[in-house]
């Protein structure tokens, strides 16, 4: 993964609110994308399309990436942190429930 976050362009170079606002909203626009998908499957009780699916959710990685990318976090850095987190849960039992101080 971290070939594709190297690989990405960045925007622009300026860590100002309007180009991350610009992320967030692409972002935004192919979770929107992802949600539309699972509705048409789950309301017309059709098959998913796999592969749109796919593309989909990697460009909603795509968009996290550049989040990250835009704090000088790395991907590994992401996933690292969300594993700590539900290592932490597991050992406590505390998996389920709502809130991050679980």
């Known amino acids: 993964m971290a ?3 190297a690989g990405l362009k960045p925007l622009n170079q ?3 609110i309007s180009t991350l606002f ?3 909203a692409g972002l935004s626009g ?3 994308e992802v949600m539309e998908l699972l509705k048409k499957h789950i309301r017309d009780n059709t098959p998913i399309d796999k ?8 460009d909603v990685l ?3 990436i550049r989040i990250a990318n835009r704090f000088d976090l790395t991907f590994d850095d992401v996933v690292n942190a969300v594993s700590d987190k539900l290592e932490k849960r597991v050992a406590k039992g ?3 429930g709502s809130g991050d101080d679980r």
């Open 14 to 16: 300026r860590p100002d």
């Open 62 to 64: 795509v968009y996290l």
């Open 51 to 58: 592969q749109r699916l796919a593309c989909e959710l990697g």
């Open 22 to 24: 610009v992320i967030t």
């Open 3 to 5: 070939a594709v976050s």
């Open 30 to 32: 192919e979770v929107g």
């Open 94 to 96: 505390s998996l389920r």
